[in-house]
Nanobody, 120 residues
Framework: QVQLVESGGGLVQAGGSLRLACAAS????????MAWFRQTTGKERESVAR????????AYSDSGKGRLTISRDSAKSTVYLYMNDRKPDDPAVYYC?????????????GGQGTQVTVSP
């Protein structure tokens, strides 16, 4: 079983920056990728960024391009999401997820998420 613990959320001013972290522990030996998802009230959770663990290759959703940077620290088994230029419509709960395998393996969530609120 894998445990995921998100941190780093909070209140940020519009135009400001924030960095989220997610530490993975447990049975991560088959980890293929990790990702960040966001969810706003009344909407489904959506992927905003993902990273292939072994090569560090990143990919972003259209909404995340240009203002998000995902990275990972293999030694710490931690994935980060750096968010800049926050907009007032950006508040959401961010969750990290892990993919334990390459082919058609669904994302697994485990953390409580971390809330990001943007003030005008």
């Amino acid at each position: 079983q894998v445990q995921l613990v998100e941190s780093g959320g909070g209140l940020v001013q519009a135009g400001g920056s924030l960095r989220l972290a997610c530490a993975a522990s447990g049975r991560t030996c088959s980890r293929y990728a990790m990702a960040w998802f966001r969810q706003t009230t009344g909407k489904e959770r959506e992927s905003v960024a993902r990273i292939l663990w072994s090569k560090g290759l990143a990919a972003y959703s259209d909404s995340g391009k240009g203002r998000l940077t995902i990275s990972r620290d293999s030694a710490k088994s931690t994935v980060y999401l750096y968010m800049n230029d926050r907009k007032p419509d950006d508040p959401a709960v961010y969750y990290c997820a892990i993919q334990l395998g390459r082919h058609a393996v669904p994302w697994s969530f485990g953390g409580q998420g971390t809330q990001v609120t943007v003030s005008p």
